[in-house]
């Protein structure tokens, strides 16, 4: 029991860092970033190819599966979401082209998933980087370092948007774009710069995942309600919102199943996807702006 609740925590934290990626995207750019599944898979497969090929732990190499997918966050603003902002693109229109985008990173990740199994033989197809795990007193090394990474995540956060001049042009970017452009804010600064920390987290929480889950190429796809469940739980506008709504969608959805599992059998499994689901469903119908506004309307 204490394993599931050690993995529970690692899941919960990681969703959270991957919710938050999605919340600090659509809050700056107005864009739901579908490419964010495909962000997340290549922070598997990156630590998982530098894994094979090293032979070293895969923490080490955490920070270069984020420096990736950062690199692709930025290349889908600067390629895609860019113009279309110029131009005054609609939501629906900014986000059927992130679903272009997830494609062509989703084709890419299967081109270099054959290129592993084919010519290095890695297993690339479906992995398991669990095995390489580190155990500390019998317990998960990725139980201690999931939740130190999404408290990193809120602090660093915290000083930037709260503590730089950067951060309030960001905030005034969010607030009223116009406003800030007059105020001397360059919002394609801010913009890229979401996108860069967007596909950091993404690529974090893809990475520290593949610690607890297993590795396949549509696994951003798998994973991609839940990421979208913390967010909009914990407040589409709300980044800190978003970190607490993913760490609760995460432990509600790997625990219940768990749990449910030992209780009435391992069917269950195969429902474990309309967790998420149904937490997006009661949030817009009873709190659509997610648990941010509640926290918000408590404090005052």
Partial sequence: ML????KAAAYASCIGLGAASITLIYSSTR??????????AWGFYVTFALTYATGLSPYLFVPIAALFSALLGLITYYSVNRRLLRVGASELTLMMST???DLVLFGALNIFADYLLKVH??????FLLETREIYIAGLRL????APAVLALAVILLGVL??????GI??????????????CGVNPNKIYSLAWLIGGALAGLAGSLLSLVVSG???????????????SIVGGLYSVYGSLLGGLLVGLGEYLGVALLGQAIGGWIYAYRPAIPLALIAATLLLQPSGLAALMHRTSR
Avoid: C, W
Wanted: net charge positive.
């Fill in 3 to 6: 394993d599931i609740v050690v």
């Fill in 31 to 40: 864009t739901f970033n579908f490419a964010h599944a495909s962000m997340v």
């Fill in 99 to 101: 679903l272009g985008v």
């Fill in 121 to 126: 033989k890695y297993p690339a197809k479906y």
């Fill in 142 to 145: 990725v139980g201690v370092v």
């Fill in 161 to 166: 948007l709260y503590r730089t001049k950067l």
């Fill in 169 to 182: 042009a960001f905030r005034a970017t969010i607030e009223n774009q116009a406003l800030a452009q007059l």
């Fill in 216 to 230: 396949y190429t549509a696994v951003g796809m798998t994973l991609i309600v839940t990421f979208f469940a913390g």
